[in-house]
């Protein structure tokens, strides 16, 4: 075990210095910088050789990046062009947004995954099966952000409601927190929950074939028990996969959702740095989402060990 974390580290730091040089040499191929994005909008940078000078965008490309990766090594994400504060300090503040949604997001998504493929898997053409089916089939085929949209939309012509602007923290009012989250959340929740119930059946059915399954229901246990004590932590490893996934994404991918509910999450922030050319922001949150993906996948791959006995690293 310890020589396959070991390796799982190796590689992963490998990976992260991939992704390092490609988010920062991508980003610069981009038509145009920082300083030409601000004379775009306000026409007021009168000497853009001293002001590229000033923010160090005259250097070469080689010596730009070995400063900026020494930064990263101590701990320095840069200092951001548009909001002038430290990356780091940045994302720190956006962090708690993006978390919450995607912890609220996943619980609502695995509270009707779990039962309803579940269900539709040890009864199989039934009603339930068929509903859980429905339910997936709805929620793949019809886009979260147009749903997001009409619910906005509608609440505010019918009811007069709106969620909170702003991010507000639970300590300065659980009320008013859940009630600018809950609607996001159940939004993207429910959107998960129809990939996620395909797979907690389809993995159910193939565990279900077992021989040790079928010779549980040969000596009459509750069918409850079979399906929970015996074959569901059977079908965990690939619905493990799909939350390792599924929770990366919704802790930078889920933008749309981010601006129309105006929530100032990581990948909110993303996309304004792209917007505004502010390279050392658009570095930083890229390399902290390799952090974090990479983390969760080593976390997933060792939870397999955990769930299936069988699973074993050298």
Do not use: C
């Amino acid at each position: 075990m310890q020589q396959y974390l070991l390796n799982r580290v190796v590689l992963g730091l490998a990976a992260l210095l991939g992704l390092s040089l490609l988010a920062f040499g991508l980003i610069r191929l981009v038509p145009g910088d920082y300083l030409m994005a601000q004379l775009a909008e306000s026409g007021n940078v009168a000497d853009l050789a001293a002001a590229r000078a000033q923010l160090g965008l005259d250097r070469p490309f080689a010596a730009q990046y070995v400063t900026w990766l020494a930064g990263v090594l101590r701990g320095d994400l840069g200092i951001s062009f548009w909001s002038k504060r430290p990356v780091a300090d940045d994302l720190l503040a956006a962090l708690p947004v993006s978390l919450q949604l995607a912890v609220m997001a996943m619980l609502l998504s695995m509270a009707l995954a779990l039962p309803f493929g579940a269900v539709g898997a040890a009864r199989r053409g039934g009603a339930a099966d068929y509903a859980g089916r429905l339910l997936s089939f709805g929620g793949l085929s019809i886009p979260h952000f147009w749903i997001a949209t009409l619910v906005l939309l509608y609440t505010s012509i019918w009811f007069r409601w709106v969620p909170p602007l702003g991010y507000i923290s639970p300590r300065a009012s659980l009320a008013q927190n859940l009630e600018q989250f809950v609607i996001p959340a159940a939004i993207l929740g429910i959107h998960l929950s129809a990939r996620s119930l395909r797979l907690v059946r389809s993995s159910l059915l193939d565990v279900l074939q077992e021989d040790y399954v079928r010779t549980a229901w040969a000596k009459g246990l509750a069918g409850r028990r079979v399906l929970w004590g015996h074959a569901f932590r059977n079908a965990l490893v690939p619905i493990l996969t799909i939350l390792g996934s599924q929770f990366t994404y919704l802790l930078s991918g889920s933008v749309i959702i981010e601006d129309i509910f105006s929530l100032s999450g990581v990948g909110r922030y993303v996309v304004e740095s792209i917007t505004h050319r502010d390279y050392p922001a658009v570095q930083g949150a890229i390399l902290f989402t390799g952090v974090v993906v990479v983390a969760i996948n080593l976390v997933i791959d060792l939870a397999y060990a955990w769930v299936d006995p069988r699973i074993r690293y050298r």
